[in-house]
């Protein structure tokens, strides 16, 4: 299904910026400004969640903790909801950190569920689905 075209205006700043990790990922800058739209709408639904760049790709993340989300809900799964039990895991994360990720979760748990089994996959699995991933010396 097409997707309905909008006319945009940029700034030239923000045109260019998009343009050059458009050239460095070699995607289309069209792919480029959704992705980053997508983003920031949903840093904005849950504050203190940002996104950075990960070997698979971009990653949501728990701010000031460089924890992935899948992280701290893979621990938070394995403590069975003990806030304690976390709090001696992952002691920089806080409450805040949690109420954040928890909060990610709940709005996208499947891409999060998803990062938590491909995580848990073994090498060789991993090698095998993503070849050249891994690199041997």
């Known amino acids: 299904m097409a997707t309905p ?4 205006r940029l700034r030239p700043k923000l045109r260019a910026e998009i343009e050059r990790i458009a050239r460095r990922t070699r995607r289309s800058f069209a792919e480029v400004t959704q992705d980053l739209l997508e983003e920031a ?10 996104f950075a760049d990960e070997i698979l790709g971009r990653e949501a993340k728990v701010a000031g903790t460089g924890l992935g989300v899948w992280e701290v809900i893979r ?5 069975k909801g003990n806030e304690r039990k976390l709090a001696r895991t992952l002691p920089h ?3 805040a950190g949690l ?7 709940q709005r996208y748990a499947d891409e999060i569920d998803d990062a938590i089994a491909d995580n848990a996959l073994p090498f060789e699995v991993l090698d095998a689905r993503y070849p050249g991933l891994m690199r041997r010396e």
């Open 5 to 8: 075209t909008k006319t945009l």
């Open 41 to 50: 709408l949903r840093m904005r639904q849950c504050p203190g969640i940002y």
């Open 75 to 79: 621990d938070y799964q394995t403590v």
């Open 93 to 95: 994360l806080g409450a």
């Open 99 to 105: 109420k954040s990720a928890l909060l990610y979760y």
